[in-house]
């Protein structure tokens, strides 16, 4: 009897699990259409995370860059690049202003910047809490090219190169396939303005240090 009474309770608990699994996996169809790659050991860059950007809801009058169907381009004339010009400050000058405030932004800068020469820097960071879609927080790996001239800084659109799920049932965190368009793996556009608002957020810190006068 007891025998019985155990077999019963353990066809329940398989019962009850398959369910869940059958729940779970459905949820998990709806990760951005899922587009999982093999897991990795959970790195999450800790020294390339930012430091201090601001919430990503704060509204951004002058953003650099929108998200739309068309992938990242400039607000104003839907280019892969933005320019603004900054009066009165030499390569040098914008140079070290910029680096000053990427190692301030970065938890870790010199696994971040990477001066590729004299008037380009690059930044590869990591976005921790990019984005939420369908109730799943994704964490981002980013590349951003800054290019300098006297009176100049352009910065070209970012390149994502890692999306990461988070808390996904049974796996922890999955990584998305980066073969398929950003457009595909980021399909909502509530999504994209909470993503691409990041960078914006980020162009906007850099600019500020640029204003800045160190004039006696």
């Known amino acids: 009897m ?17 369910k869940a699994q059958g729940k ?11 587009n ?5 050991d959970g790195n999450i860059f800790e020294g390339s995370q930012i430091n201090n950007i601001n919430n ?22 839907n280019k892969d690049f933005v320019v603004y010009t900054k009066n009165g400050l030499t390569v040098s000058q914008l140079r070290s202003r910029i680096l000053s405030k990427l190692t301030e932004l970065f938890k870790s800068p010199k ?12 930044i590869n960071g990591y976005i921790s809490d990019a984005y939420v879609s369908e109730g799943y927080s994704h964490d981002i ?8 001239k006297d009176n100049k800084v352009r910065y070209n659109r970012p390149e994502i190169s890692e999306i ?20 595909e793996l980021v399909s909502k556009q ?13 162009i906007r810190d850099i600019n500020k240090s640029l204003d800045t006068n160190d004039d006696w």
Request: net charge negative.
């Open 2 to 18: 007891i025998k019985l009474y155990f077999l019963f309770v353990l066809c329940l608990l398989i019962s009850f699990a398959t």
């Open 24 to 34: 779970s996996k459905e949820s998990l169809n709806n990760i951005e259409q899922l």
């Open 36 to 40: 999982v790659l093999p897991i990795s």
């Open 56 to 77: 990503s809801s704060e509204n951004i009058d002058d953003c650099a860059f929108i998200f739309d169907d068309d992938g990242f381009s400039s607000k104003n004339d």
């Open 111 to 122: 696994d971040v910047i990477k001066q590729i020469s004299d008037n380009i820097i690059q």
């Open 141 to 148: 790996s980013f590349n951003l090219v800054i290019q300098l």
């Open 164 to 183: 990461i799920t988070k808390n996904v049932p049974f796996l922890g965190i999955a990584h998305l396939d980066m073969s398929k368009p950003i457009t």
């Open 190 to 202: 509530d999504s994209r303005d909470e993503l691409i608002n990041k960078f914006n957020i980020l």
